[in-house]
């Protein structure tokens, strides 16, 4: 009898340590939140090296405080949605901002997609996918990408644009292409301040639409 209650002791106490392992690597990787954990390590990875070349490392504990993109306030880092800590609308619209004119003027990011033709043998089949940069179209994007960000960040607006991956289908988007522009999207992040923290979780959720926007890989 009291090698079995030691027994039952015993295995209370390993699954007591279990849990709370698990608990602390979900908290040690809070910022995973794209629902693709390929997805966000790629991101952390991006991050870790930055953080290397810069030679930054991690704070040694106490409470962290983060700033918002568009004004340089300091906020309390509460359990706030991403979108409440970027800063909310003022400043996913100058992350949005930057990012599109950053993009646009980057050849590796051939956001026009110049030169560019449908594949396959529909009735489209080698024609232009060229994109035309007028003010309509880059007003109609910054809005877009606004408002995807917005909701995929837990702000309260909707998304109006299409679908993904039929919007990106026949733009034979390749990888160098969609790292080119993660990489003008880290440049903005950079220059409005954004903290780390918060630039892994926007890279990653980026991160997570490689696979509906690249078709060449």
Known sequence: MKRLLLMHVMSLVVFAFAIGCGNQERK????????????????????????????????????????????????ADAKKSLYARLGGEESVKAIVDDFVTRALADPRVNWERKGVKRGGFS????????????????????????????????????????????????MHITNPEFDAAIGDLKASLDKLSVPNAEQKELLSIVESTRPQVVEER
């Open 28 to 75: 040690d990787r809070g910022f995973f939140t794209s629902g693709s954990r390929e997805a966000d390590q790629r991101a952390d990875q991006r991050m870790a090296k930055v953080e290397q070349l810069r030679g930054q490392g991690e704070g040694s504990g106490g409470e962290k405080t983060s700033k918002s993109a568009a004004t340089g306030a300091p906020k």
């Open 123 to 170: 009735v489209h089949h080698n024609q232009s996918v060229e994109w035309k940069p007028n003010q309509e179209n880059i007003d109609k994007l910054k809005l877009h990408l606004a408002q995807f960000i917005a909701l995929a960040t837990g702000g309260p607006t909707t998304y109006e644009g299409k679908e993904m991956k039929p919007t990106h289908a026949g």
